[in-house]
């Protein structure tokens, strides 16, 4: 019943989306004294949800998925920060990593957010109570 409506797959596609940014600052801050590493990155959510809902064939039923997923959730986009490489080839910045996992975090938190007020007001509005 949730799946159909917009708001709450919004909600867990901007959730997921943040847990796999974690994921990938993560992973920079763990090779920040790796020699050659490149720090990597997830496209904006707004990118990546946009372009899997322009002009996608929409799922109407969990079983109609297409290539086995469902053609409506948005794939996270791994994209290299371009900044300047240390003389060993790294380009972590461990300072741009912890604003980088404030800007996740806010964003998994606003997921949260919009899933339990939306949940508040489809209560009141099945159940007449909040």
């Known amino acids: 019943m949730f799946e159909k409506l917009e708001i709450f797959s919004m ?19 763990a ?21 899997s809902t322009e002009d996608a064939l929409r799922a109407t039923r969990p079983g109609h998925g297409f290539d086995g997923r469902q053609a409506n959730a948005p794939t996270a986009t791994t994209v290299y920060r371009p900044d300047a490489a240390a003389p060993n080839g790294n380009n972590v910045s461990v300072e741009q990593e912890m604003f980088a996992a404030a800007r996740a975090k806010s964003d998994h938190d606003r997921a949260l957010a919009v899933y339990g007020s939306a949940m508040k007001i489809l209560r009141t509005a099945v159940g007449g109570r909040g």
Do not use: K, M, W
């Not at 909600?11 to 992973?27: C, E």
């Not at 050659?36 to 946009?50: L, S, V």
């Open 11 to 29: 909600a867990q596609a901007l959730a997921r989306h943040g847990a796999a940014r974690q994921s990938v600052i993560a992973q920079n801050v």
């Open 31 to 51: 090779n920040a004294d790796t020699p050659g590493y490149r720090a990597r990155d997830i496209a904006e959510f707004g990118q990546t949800y946009r372009a």
